[in-house]
């Protein structure tokens, strides 16, 4: 019996293997997979091997998802640091100035006094020394800062100058902060947009059903191999069987034949012993000299007694 396993497995056939449900059929004969031993074991192993791969899959996955958006929110609160941190700056900075101002008015010192013009300049000859700073000194602007450093600063300018120096170090930490907020801004952007473009999830999730449709696949056809398996093996054994129930057969006829044979040769032969005897009693005296020889003659053909038992000799013939 051939079985043509080329057949096209649908989701009912794979639900049907795994719910011992009929399959294949061909002529006058259904395959149920209850009634079958489709390896179990390797079965399951098969079906649990595709779930680990499925679930490693979206583990994966997860976790790859899960470190990206772990990163875009730590860097969301570094952020947020960097903008305290520049908050707070600021806020110390703001208030210098404002006691820089206070201190100008102490001394009652215009905005447009000489004074007040050459601490503008000496301040900004401070400013064009801070890290990032765009400003910068003519040549004429370098001369009058060094002319007003060799006469000397005022005592107003001297302590103005103080405050400002105390400022430096907020000034510094506010730009540096200012600097790394962009730069990690302009990372998150980046990330978010990459977040929005990644389908991993859903590819994962793709590969995953693909993993386990090709599991199943391969559950159909280990339950097809091993029913073709057990119905070739089943279908030897009863070509076996009838084979032995043939030569059985035969040989009963054989002897049926053979005692056929037998009979039909002791039939003749006892005819012939009798009409023999009958001849012989003729000759003898008695019937007791004819019955040995008879006995002598059978003897001589090798014919048993046992043979012919139940012959019996009419004593009156």
Same mark, same amino acid.
């Given at each position: 019996m051939n079985i043509n396993l080329n057949t096209t497995f649908t989701n009912e056939n794979i639900?049907? $293997? +795994? #719910?011992?449900q009929s399959v294949l059929k061909g002529q006058n004969n259904v395959i149920n997979g209850k009634t079958? +031993?489709?390896? !179990? #074991?390797?079965? *399951?192993?098969?079906? @649990?091997? @595709?779930k680990k791969d499925a679930m490693k899959l979206i583990r994966n996955a997860f976790e790859g998802d899960q470190k990206i958006s772990n990163e875009f929110n730590e860097k969301k609160r570094h952020v947020e640091e960097l903008i305290k941190d520049k908050g707070e700056a600021d806020k110390i900075i703001n208030d210098i100035e404002n006691e820089r101002k206070m201190l100008r008015d102490e001394y009652g010192l =215009?905005? +447009?006094s000489q004074e007040e013009k050459e601490l503008k300049l000496l301040e900004k000859d401070f400013r064009s020394g801070l890290p990032g700073s765009d400003v910068s000194l003519s040549e004429e602007e370098r001369k009058a800062v060094e002319e007003i450093k060799e006469r000397g600063l005022t005592e107003y300018q001297s302590r103005s100058m103080e405050m400002l120096d105390y400022a430096k170090n907020y000034i510094v930490k506010s730009y540096a902060n200012t600097l790394e907020i962009q730069d990690e801004n302009r !990372?998150?952007?980046? %990330?978010? &947009?990459? %977040?929005?473009? #990644?389908t991993s999830m859903i590819d994962v999730k793709k590969e995953a059903k693909k993993l386990e449709e090709e599991a199943n696949e391969q559950v159909v056809t280990i339950a097809m191999d091993e029913a073709k398996d057990n119905i070739d093996s089943d279908i030897e054994e009863?070509?076996? /069987?009838?084979? &032995?129930?043939?030569?059985?057969k035969?040989?009963?006829e054989e002897r049926i034949d053979e005692s056929k044979k037998r009979r039909d040769e002791i039939r003749d032969f006892s005819e012939k012993?009798? *009409?023999?005897? /009958? !001849? %012989?009693? +003729?000759? =003898?005296s008695s019937v007791e000299e004819a019955q040995q020889? $008879?006995?002598?003659?059978m003897s001589k053909m090798n014919i048993l007694e046992e043979d012919i038992k139940g012959i019996t000799v009419d004593d009156n013939r």
């Open positions: 639900k049907a $293997v +795994n #719910n011992g079958l +031993n489709l390896g !179990s #074991n390797l079965l *399951d192993e098969k079906k @649990a091997q @595709a =215009t905005e +447009n !990372s998150l952007g980046m %990330m978010e &947009r990459e %977040m929005l473009k #990644n009863k070509k076996e /069987e009838a084979e &032995r129930i043939k030569e059985k035969e040989e009963i012993i009798l *009409d023999g005897a /009958e !001849s %012989m009693s +003729n000759i =003898t020889e $008879v006995k002598e003659m």
